[in-house]
């Protein structure tokens, strides 16, 4: 089964802590993406790698890190910085390029629900 | 910067409705328009748009596309429970997607 997961489902976190949030997929997608969002509010991206061992940042970068050592995997570390981690995390990938001059659809892992206690 | 609005935040209807639900943007390099259903979890994927005037069709779901007023419609015909959701409407520009921040669909018995 092709697919996106993401790890853990849930995840707790002390302040002051860092935490590793698992993305990985075995639909051998070049571009990967973080994303987080709020209560009632849609998806804001963090942080996103259309090849390996490179990584841009979105549009609320700060706080948070992340690596591209493998095609197939890319975490997020939530670091004790970002002052309101608690939200839903939401990993994707996509194809990039391509014959389509259309944007190709980007799929979702399940999320982690992160919550700082 | 790129801006996607979403219209109504939210919505209550009874199931056999219809509702149309809106999706204005403003954005470089517009490419296509997605629409999501997200229930509980990840988003599922529902149509894409890249053309104006063409209507995408999915069983009760229907979606167009008006790229020279800059919005999108999605329509849902004779409303189902399973239908409450919230709907995400995002843009892509470039390599990216710019998200709306959604409409809630509550359909009720």
């Known amino acids: 089964d092709g697919g996106i997961t993401q790890s853990p489902k849930y995840l707790f976190r002390k302040e002051g802590q860092n935490v590793t949030l698992s993305c990985e997929q075995n639909?051998?997608?070049?571009?990967m993406y973080w994303y987080r969002q709020d209560p009632g509010q849609g998806l804001r991206l963090i942080y996103y790698s259309q090849i390996v061992n490179d990584f841009q940042k979105g549009d609320i970068a700060e706080g948070y890190s992340v690596s591209r050592e493998k095609k197939e995997s890319f975490p997020l570390t939530v670091t004790s910085a970002q002052k309101n981690p608690t939200a839903f995390y939401l990993c994707?990938?996509?194809?990039?390029?391509?014959?389509?001059?259309?944007?190709?659809?980007?799929?979702f892992g399940p999320g982690t629900r992160l919550t700082v206690l | 910067e790129d801006k996607v609005v979403q219209s109504p935040l939210s919505l209550v209807v009874h199931e056999g409705d219809t509702v149309t639900l809106n999706c204005s943007y403003e954005v470089t390099n517009f490419r296509s328009l997605l629409w999501y259903k997200q229930e509980k979890k990840a988003p599922t994927f529902l149509f894409m748009l890249t053309s104006s005037g063409i209507e995408k069709k999915s069983g009760r779901l229907s979606s167009i596309l008006d790229k020279k007023e800059l919005f999108s419609i999605l329509n849902i015909t004779a409303t189902q429970t399973g239908d409450s959701a919230v709907y995400l409407c995002?843009?892509?520009?470039?390599?990216?997607?710019?998200f709306g921040g959604g409409t809630r669909l509550m359909v009720k018995p």
């Open positions: 994707a990938s996509t194809i990039t390029g391509g014959t389509s001059s259309s944007y190709n659809e980007q799929f």
């Open positions: 995002a843009v892509g520009s470039g390599n990216m997607l710019t």
């Open positions: 639909l051998n997608h070049d571009a």
